[in-house]
């Protein structure tokens, strides 16, 4: 049986843990409902076969519904049970503009438009079915996060060459036969068993990762049309989605975990082979902060040699623009995957950071009011 680390305890004696993060703080004690079970009780007006122009008319809709909704069951206008679902709902629209986008697929920045419902494969390699690689209760994540249901799907949309986890990430598909190599094969339906079964061994939330969870919007939001229990949804991710994606991720995740690792482009490239990665990660942090909940934990990985031209701006930008956000600032970097293999041809992050990194990484925060302490 799971037992309670101290840390993650005392942790919500922090006020301004608490007030930062009050929401989840409540619907982990019960107090609050989940936002994708009240998107479930609103309906929607139109014929879901409607063409995807009218479908994100009617989503821009309710997405201001959704907005007094959850305002009126916060202030305890209704009764604090869960709203009766309704067919079809908000959430049903959001699966039928999910499978619409497949087709073409845009749930990330790199715009693949591959007909995934047909076959077709774009850069991530994940087609139409989910490949989930494991599903535990996770007891290293954050303080304000464990134990944390996680659910890992193969496949991601990025390339960095220092992945960790790049035996799910990257190499989880023969890239000639197409065969699985890590993973298997699971139904929205199965996922929502495995999300129950978490639920029921003591998860404060269900934590969609990976690789990357991007590529797998369409099942995860269709499980979450057979899941029923109230808990946090949490979207653990490098947040290369796409203003769509994001749209309708918004009134269904209840925290966020977003990656921000660099403020060069340039540098991102050439290690992660990602295009405009700082004005879309910005970007999409922002709308999480600004219209999704709000509740976010940013994880800033420090890099070799990086203080100046990455951990610096990010922390700046995070001050400015995310005040609500909390900051993990990690400094578990290891050189792994190409970098190991090709040492000497990223030599600049062929090693760990030093402790005077780490140092000045968290001066900076602590310098910029940034609270990082409780989740780092
Ligand atoms: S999720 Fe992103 S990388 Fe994968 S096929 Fe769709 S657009 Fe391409």
């Keep these: 049986m799971w037992r309670t680390r101290p840390d993650s305890v005392s942790v919500w004696k922090i006020p301004e843990v608490v007030s930062r993060l009050n929401r989840y703080y409540q619907l982990i004690k019960e107090e609050k409902i989940a936002r994708y079970l009240l998107a479930k009780g609103i309906s929607t007006d139109i014929k879901l076969n409607s063409d995807l122009s009218t479908l994100w008319q009617e989503h821009e809709r309710l997405t201001q519904e959704f907005s007094s909704f959850i305002t009126e069951y916060d202030q305890g206008v209704h009764s604090n049970k869960v709203p009766a679902s309704v067919k079809p709902s908000f959430l049903d629209l ?93 139904t929205p339906q199965q996922i929502a068993l495995i999300a129950g079964a978490l639920a029921r061994e003591g998860a404060r939330n269900i934590n969609w990762v990976g690789g990357d969870p991007t590529s797998n919007l369409h099942v995860i939001l269709y499980s979450l049309h057979d899941f029923k229990v109230n808990i946090c949804q949490l979207w653990n991710s ?32 050439r290690m992660s082979k990602i295009p405009n990665y700082w004005e879309v990660i910005t970007r999409n942090i922002k709308m999480a902060h600004d219209q999704g909940s709000g509740e976010i934990v940013i994880r800033h990985l420090v890099m070799p040699g990086r203080i100046e031209a990455d951990t610096y701006p990010i922390l700046e930008w995070c001050a400015k623009n995310v005040p609500k956000a909390l900051v993990n600032i990690m400094g578990q970097y290891r050189p792994m995957h190409q970098v190991r293999r090709h040492s000497d041809k990223f030599n600049e992050i062929n090693r760990g950071i030093t402790f005077e990194e780490l140092t000045l990484a968290r001066d900076k925060a602590e310098e910029l009011g940034i609270l990082w302490k409780p989740v780092s």
């Design 94 to 186: 959001k699966i039928k503009i999910a499978n619409e986008m497949l087709k073409e697929c845009c749930f990330c920045e790199r715009k693949c438009q591959k007909n995934r419902e047909t076959g077709e494969l774009g850069v991530c390699k994940v087609g139409k079915d989910a490949i989930v690689s494991s599903a535990f209760l996770h007891t290293g994540e954050e303080t304000v996060l464990r134990p944390s249901g996680t659910i890992f799907f193969s496949g991601c949309t990025f390339k960095c060459v220092f992945c960790q986890n790049h035996s799910i990430s990257q190499e989880w598909r023969d890239t000639k036969s197409g065969e699985i190599l890590d993973g298997v094969d699971r």
């Design 238 to 269: 490098n947040m290369y989605l796409s203003i769509e994606g994001m749209k309708l991720l918004l009134e269904v995740m209840d925290f966020w975990l977003p990656d921000l690792k660099y403020a060069d482009n340039h540098f991102a490239q």
